[in-house]
């Protein structure tokens, strides 16, 4: 049993980089093939599909990666602002902050005369990582990053956006770039599971699901707007 657990392991370190690189991926499969197959829909020219594809992962890859450092700086800021603030209240209220530990404890479960001695006891080997953890939720390993997540988001969106691309070299019909994206989505839905620890069908299915509905309502307009312009 020691051993067992000694080499027991989780997943949940990997979700800061994993997000970024499953949804730039994924953007870049949905978002580029539905926009190939809603420009082929209006009947344009294999050169115009083409181009609107290259133009989509191009631009697509630097809105992610712009967004999501944004988004990202956004949350680390927050995050740097927490830190900051308890590291002020443990040299300004160090009897209070032990005393707000306790009762984290107690509410957990520990009878308070233990709940005291572990907060005693955590705030003598660290005390900013025991109310970073248990006050404010957070894991100094798991902190924001802003380039990580705008780095691997784009480099992903640029894997996911190739796929179609790929595709168009050799034909540029609708379906074929449909079917393709589909099958792509899945496996990566798949991918990201097993990464991730997850259930793999219902990865599967979410992805297939958005992803079809994105592909069919461009198709859809593609073809409303050909129509009216033809």
Known sequence: ??????????????????????????????STTSLMIGVAASHASRGHIFTAGIAGLVAGALSMAAGEYVSVSSQRDTEQADLHKERRELIESPDAELRELTEIYVGRGLDRDLAGRVAVQLHEH???GAHVRDELGLDAATLANPVQAALTSAAAFFAGAAVPLLVGLVSVNAWILA?????TLGALGVAGANVGGAHRGRAAVRVLIGGGAAM?????????????TG
């Not at 079917?179 to 099958?183: H, I």
């Not at 069919?216 to 009216?228: R, S």
């Open 126 to 128: 660290d005390a900013l």
């Open 1 to 30: 049993m020691g051993q067992h657990k000694a080499l027991e392991t989780h997943q949940s370190h990997r979700a800061v980089w994993l997000r970024a690189a499953v949804l730039g991926a994924d953007d870049g499969i949905v």
């Open 179 to 183: 079917a393709v994206g589909l099958v």
């Open 216 to 228: 069919g309502i461009t198709a859809l307009i593609g073809m409303l707007i050909g129509g009216v």
